[in-house]
């Protein structure tokens, strides 16, 4: 899988988070940037280069776990 300039996420509002599997042999992040974030939202900006995230988050906190 090549990401550039992507997200993947599965945050919530209230609640869990859900849980992230990316079930791939091999993943290649644009400028070699992967940010894998749970208790923290990261803003998404398209126009920020080499901002590759797989986040799970919730607003208040419970998160899942990105996998």
Same mark, same amino acid.
């Given at each position: @899988? /090549? /990401? =550039?300039? %992507? @997200? !993947? $996420? =599965? ?6 988070? &859900?849980? /992230?599997? #990316?079930? #791939? ?5 644009? $400028?070699?940037?992967?940010?894998? #974030? %749970? =208790?923290?939202? !990261? ?6 280069? +080499?901002?590759? #995230?797989? $986040?799970? =988050?919730? $607003?208040? +906190?419970?998160? &899942?776990?990105?996998?």
């Amino acid at each position: @899988m /090549v /990401v =550039a300039n %992507g @997200m !993947i $996420q =599965a945050n919530a509002y209230s609640g869990h988070s &859900g849980n /992230v599997l #990316v079930n #791939v042999d091999s993943l290649i992040a644009s $400028q070699n940037q992967l940010i894998k #974030v %749970g =208790a923290q939202l !990261i803003k998404w900006n398209s126009n920020a280069p +080499g901002l590759n #995230v797989i $986040q799970d =988050a919730s $607003q208040f +906190g419970l998160r &899942g776990k990105p996998l």
